[in-house]
């Protein structure tokens, strides 16, 4: 069937994580758990910034965008994945598989600007605190949220129109669990070079940007606390942003082990374990890590649990 005139190939088939049915039921009852576990751990974050007017505040907003992401990236990934392995359906139509890297790469692209903007936020509050109510309004929250998410938006739609406007002839075996860019420019009939500068080019200047931040930010945020005098305010200055720096060096490690290098160095094996960290686990951990560091999250979720107590 042609596409546009651009492809003879109308579906992908993915590579399973087993082939074994008796390993492919414990992995489907595995993965099932992680992602209602995600889900349930998100929407918790997300009820108790919601209902409680204590977290009504720059940090906690910024933290239930966080919490959105964490849903969309599994639930870009998870419920195809089940799919295959309790009823073996490894075929994804073209259009499925575009709209899968498109979710996944905007959901990736977000958080990366998400997490910069949260570094950002650490760093006026711990080097700036008198000035920080009036530099970090509820308004410049709202539009800098909204700048991630757009900006998340157009990475993704360049990076899925520059993949899949690539011809696509025969051979369709995707070598990865999802559609991805390694593994679904590898099937391209033409050589793919200059897509991938191209892509490299603007992860890296989109990225990168975001990263210098990040990284600035937290130097500047580490020698403010080490300046303290008080015992007392540099453990509430790090109880602060420790949370956010351990999801940070979490996402990066993962993400700069998939993305930041050549599609010739791919590597369907290692890059299915290295997936699952920052796709699965990382959306599971990250509400797990705030509300273990953080005492106003875990007031707040012990009151939405002692409410939901007293409806039930």
Not at 96 to 119: K, N, P, R, S, Y
Request: charged share 10%; hydrophobic share 50%; aromatic share 10%.
């Amino acid at each position: 069937m042609q596409r546009g005139n651009l492809s003879t190939v109308s579906e992908f088939v993915l590579v399973g994580l087993s082939d074994a049915p008796h390993v492919r039921f414990l992995l489907f009852v595995l993965f099932l758990v992680i992602y209602l576990a995600t889900l349930v751990g998100n929407i918790t974050i997300l009820t108790a910034i919601g209902t409680d007017s204590r977290l009504h505040n720059p940090m906690y907003f910024f933290l239930g965008n966080l919490s959105l992401l964490d849903i969309l990236c599994p639930t870009t990934i998870v419920p195809k994945m089940l799919d295959t392995l309790l009823l073996e359906n490894k075929a994804i139509s073209f259009t499925g598989c575009m709209l899968q890297l498109f979710f996944l790469i905007d959901a990736v692209g977000t958080e990366i600007f998400l997490l910069a903007v949260m570094a950002y936020d650490r760093f006026i509050a711990i080097c700036h605190p008198l000035q920080y109510m009036s530099i970090v309004s509820m308004q410049l929250c709202a539009h800098l949220a909204l700048g991630t998410w757009l900006l998340g938006f157009a990475n993704s739609l360049l990076h899925t129109s520059l993949i899949f406007t690539l011809p696509f002839c025969g051979f369709n075996k995707v070598e990865q669990y999802y559609c991805d860019i390694p593994p679904v420019l590898a099937l391209s009939c033409l050589p793919t070079y200059s897509r991938e500068l191209v892509v490299l080019l603007v992860a890296g200047v989109l990225g990168g940007s975001a990263f210098v931040v990040t990284l600035i930010s937290y130097i500047y945020i580490l020698l403010a606390i080490l300046s303290m005098k008080s015992s007392e305010s540099r453990h509430k200055a790090f109880s602060t942003c420790g949370s956010h720096l351990t999801v940070v060096c979490l996402f990066y490690g993962t993400t700069i082990c998939t993305y930041v290098r050549p599609s010739s160095t791919y590597s369907p094996q290692q890059d299915r374990i290295v997936s699952m960290l920052y796709e699965i686990l990382t959306p599971l951990l990250n509400p797990i890590i705030y509300s273990l560091r953080n005492k106003e999250v875990k007031g707040a979720l012990r009151r939405v649990v002692s409410k939901v107590r007293t409806a039930l």
